[in-house]
């Protein structure tokens, strides 16, 4: 199941003229921070952070060395070799004060007894700094794509970048049927580094092109769901505007004001999102907020002249391509960096995890991390659950049948048999070639057990007269071949 779903969506982004781009599974904590949005959950709840190690710094220095330790920590911090953090910082000067303390006192007092206060003190102060890079299990890809399109000098290659991934991503969320801790996505990103004088200004305008990409990487994505068979398949789009204050930041501030006065109404989470990202407050499933929210202001509403305009274009060109759509106004995504187009697809069989990809565009993400001006359109699709949803539909398929299982009898037919397994393998059917000698019936039975197809039954009298004998095993028929007759035969029955 996981080779086909991931060979079909190979084939699929192929034939759009997608490449493959390897990412590192944990990237700086603050690329996701800065790319994905510190507020979001996925960022301040949901990472798996760690402080790497420093490759410069022995790991637990003698009290006698501490002196050299903090000259060298100093010294580190200063040439950029460690993590430049306020914390790390402070405590190193906290650090320098009780080694002088404990140095003096070392010096000039005997018993060390009542130095283990000050020594513990030392040793905290220590352990707290921050002396290694600050790391994330990646949460999801895009800004990786977007942080590997810089390094690599990805706007000097011919434009668009058309990029796909697949792998493991990793969230801290609560599991249940279709939420994992560790979950797989195939994802897919189209860049374009804009030339300078069409970028001019702060914002990079919309342009008709922009609209025709959105459409055929969404039209990519519902084909790919289409060749799986994926069933119940619902695309979901909206646009929410670009940052500005005729756009979306107008709008917050007016569904912000719309809030505040319905505030009392609505729960915990709710409430909080007013203040920290209001936007969010349209995913809420809460049954007693969904008669409150269908009633507040939408974006659709209050999106500028060149939003609204780019939005009608994804729509006109997703008719043209004859994919269907749903407008849907509360489609806002979790992640910062999002604007104009955002969409979704649920499929059949999920229960209440059904979303199986989310995507949008994201002008101006390569920009924010450091690049030139770039146009981004991407998506991530959920593979555990388009795999769940398949199962579901009963299209799990066969685990790993066999074309033909050569049943040999008789040491004699032995270098027949494996001539005939390295045959019928070079021309691309599964072969099983059973170890040792099996009886008949046992054979037989075997080769039932593996699902194959066919069985090759090799006995003395078939290598003698090079007529092989072939049953198959769903209705019992034999018919007797040559090795090229079994071949041609074996052929047709494929296609
Ligand atoms: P997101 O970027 O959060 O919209 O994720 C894109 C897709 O990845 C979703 O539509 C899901 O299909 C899938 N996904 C996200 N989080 C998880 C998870 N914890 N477990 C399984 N699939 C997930």
Redo the contacts with the bound molecule.
Sequence with gaps: MWNRVEQTAREVFGGFGFGEIRLPIFEPTELFARAVGGETD?VSKEMYRFIDRSEKLERNPKIRNLGRFIEKVKHLLKSGEIPEVDATEVYLEHAEESWKKVETALLETAGPEHLLDDIDELLAYIGAMQLGPDLALRP?VTASVCRAYIEHGMHALAQPVKLYYMGP?F?R?RPQK????Q?Y?IGAEVLETVRKEVASGEWLVASAKDAATDAEVIEMVMAYFARLGLEGVQLDINSIGHSAPACRRGYVEKLKAALEKVKDKLGADSQRRIETNPLRVLDSKLESEQAIIEKLPRIGDHLCADCAKHHAEVKRQLELRGVAYQENWRLV???DYYMRTTF?ITARGLGS?N????GGRYDGLVELLGGPPTKGIGF???E??VILSLQEAGKGGAAQGRDVYIAWMGEKTLATAIRAARDLRQAGFRVELPPVEQKFGKALGQADKLGARYALILGEDEVASGQWTVKTLADGTQGKYSEAGLLEFLRKQKS
């Design positions: 996925i999801e991503m969230r969320e279709g939420r994992y801790r979950f996505q995504r979790g992640l979704e995890q979303a199986v990809c989310g991530a699709i959920g555990d659950r």
